[in-house]
């Protein structure tokens, strides 16, 4: 989990259920369960029973690398789930492979099914990123079934050579990332009841990237039915505003595998060039796609090559998210939706001028609100003003126009620190606050966690999960998490003191954002 500090941004099928393979556990021992392609065995752990490094579609290797994820290879024997699948191909130095479309699932030991089911997409810059950092024992205990998939990442997962369109006419091309997604969810569909969990009953999540992907499926007519609830933490990569990081057009994403393709010396075109690809080594197609290194060619406007990330490929994705909400084209579900208050900036200013430039005829207002003495350091005003910008109005501007559409949306920001990073941290960085929403603090600060810590993780996560059970975050005692109204000034923010609902402090500097976006600047 410390590799967080990098980067990181329709219709119930219960009554089919009762005949599909895998509808019921395994008889009494809950460690064994039938998926559609075999059986499986878990591991039952401090009341948590896990399974791990399940297939959920054939290894995209050899001729399957770009290409829509295939059907898995069913199995007779008992498969051992006890140990994560490798990671997709990333320059992380993790255990990694091609042949990384795998799943987890983890259940509560004790509860009886069918139980809510939480499915979590991680974020990373859609170039880095893992299931095994995100532990999920703690969010089981509280009665809901997760499950969370690898997915393809980088060049190997949102990558369109024109090729690619003659090999597969028929297919979906460019966004294997999302595709995988995708499968992972009706996979979702038609074995969680084997786990204990209701496919009725799924509530998607992510952060960053992985937000921006749930924000992709809420926007995707080809991933209607598969979800009731989604949560986007940070959500980016798309962002909700689409001038932020514009989706990549599928013409321009074929000029850049070709660019990428003349690069490695790669001329041929058509099936020849394909080859040529397929047979490059996994280790090649990651050379310069570094989170860092791509995180720093947003922020320069000018893409790495090869490295298209989100594509508008006509079929999954056929519009920016924005565009989607303003026309109510959506799944229409409750939604949660925030940002931390040091959220991830993507942009770049050599000085004052340059920066509030950004805001046109507004730049005096501009100053106003975020330097009004004029002794702020270049560095703290390009924090504040490009995580306004990327992530933290953004994710405003998606509950508003959730609520406006009818939908039930709970806006969120989150400002806690855990104790021991309060001397050196002014805020909640990008990626900060999924340890709490996980319940698993220690996964930050290690044995430097203490009670405060553990009694936010507690909380923040009780929110998750009455979510997931409910459509609604409130419960218990915790304190009320008012339902977002556009026209209120009201926000919930996860504080060093606790939860409080209140007047947003960053409003006046979102609203000047909001005044930038509709201007068409």
């Known amino acids: 989990m410390r590799s967080i500090r990098g980067f990181h941004l329709t219709v119930v099928l219960a009554l089919a259920l009762a005949g599909m393979a895998g509808a019921q556990p395994a008889g009494d021992n809950l460690t064994l369960a039938e998926t559609d392609a075999g059986p499986v065995r878990g591991v039952a752990s401090n009341g948590v029973i ?25 199995w007779q024997d008992v498969r051992d789930a006890a140990e994560f699948g490798p990671s997709c191909m990333q320059t992380d130095d993790v255990p990694k492979s091609e042949d990384c479309l795998t799943l987890n699932v983890w259940r509560p030991a004790a509860a009886s099914g069918p139980l809510p089911v939480m499915v979590w997409i991680y974020g990373g810059a859609l170039v880095h990123g893992r299931t095994s950092m995100y532990p999920a024992d703690a969010l089981a205990k509280q009665g809901v079934v997760v499950v969370s ?48 969990g209701d496919a009725g009953k799924v509530t998607i999540f992510g952060e960053s990237a992985g937000g921006g992907s749930v924000m992709v499926h809420l926007t995707s007519p080809l991933s209607r039915g598969l979800f009731q609830q989604a949560i986007m933490q940070s959500p980016g990569i ?73 594509i ?12 989607a909400f303003a026309a109510g084209r959506q799944t229409m ?65 998606l509950a508003n126009e959730m609520a406006r559409a009818g939908q039930p949306a709970w806006l ?26 996980f319940n698993i603090p220690d996964a930050l600060v290690g044995d430097k966690v203490t009670a405060a810590d553990r009694a936010m993780g507690e909380l923040a996560s009780a929110y998750w999960v009455s979510f997931a059970k409910t459509g609604d975050p409130n419960g218990g005692d915790r ?15 996860f504080t060093n003191a606790g939860v409080s609902t209140g007047p947003d402090p960053l409003k006046n500097r979102l609203d000047l954002w909001q005044t930038v976006w509709r201007s068409g600047r």
């Open 149 to 196: 998939m690898n997915y393809r990442m980088g060049r190997f997962g949102f990558f369109a050579h024109p090729a690619l369109a003659e090999e597969s006419p028929g297919e979906v091309r460019g966004n294997y990332g999302y595709m995988d997604q995708r499968a992972a969810l009706q996979w979702v569909r038609r074995n969680i009841a084997a786990f204990g």
């Open 312 to 323: 508008r490929d006509g079929t999954l994705v056929l519009e920016a998210p924005e565009v």
């Open 50 to 74: 896990s399974f791990k490094g399940i297939p959920y579609a054939h290894p995209p290797i050899g001729a399957l690398r770009w290409r829509a994820p295939q059907p898995v290879t069913p």
């Open 412 to 437: 969120y920001r989150f400002s806690y620190v855990a104790e021991s990073q309060r001397a050196t941290l002014k805020g909640t960085p990008h990626g900060f606050g999924i340890p709490y929403t």
């Open 333 to 397: 579900v409750p939604v949660m939706v925030g940002a931390n208050d040091r959220d991830l900036g993507i942009g770049r200013a050599n000085n004052k001028d340059e920066l509030f430039a950004l805001f046109g005829a507004d730049a005096d207002q501009a100053r106003k609100l975020y330097d009004p003495r004029g002794d702020e350091t270049l560095d703290e005003l390009k924090q504040q003003v490009f995580a306004d910008k990327t992530l933290v109005e953004p994710a405003r501007h």
């Open 479 to 493: 304190p009320p998490w008012p339902r977002h109204e556009p026209a209120v000034n009201r926000v919930i923010n």
């Open 238 to 310: 798309p962002t909700a505003r689409a001038k932020v990081l514009p989706l990549t057009e599928l013409t321009d994403a074929e000029t850049m595998a070709v660019a990428y393709a003349r690069s490695v010396g790669v001329r041929e075109k058509g099936a020849a060039a394909l080859n040529a690809l397929r047979a490059l080594p996994a280790d090649k197609l990651l050379e310069g796609t570094s989170a860092p290194e791509v995180i720093a060619a947003l922020s320069a406007g000018k893409p790495i090559i090869g490295v298209a990330g989100a």
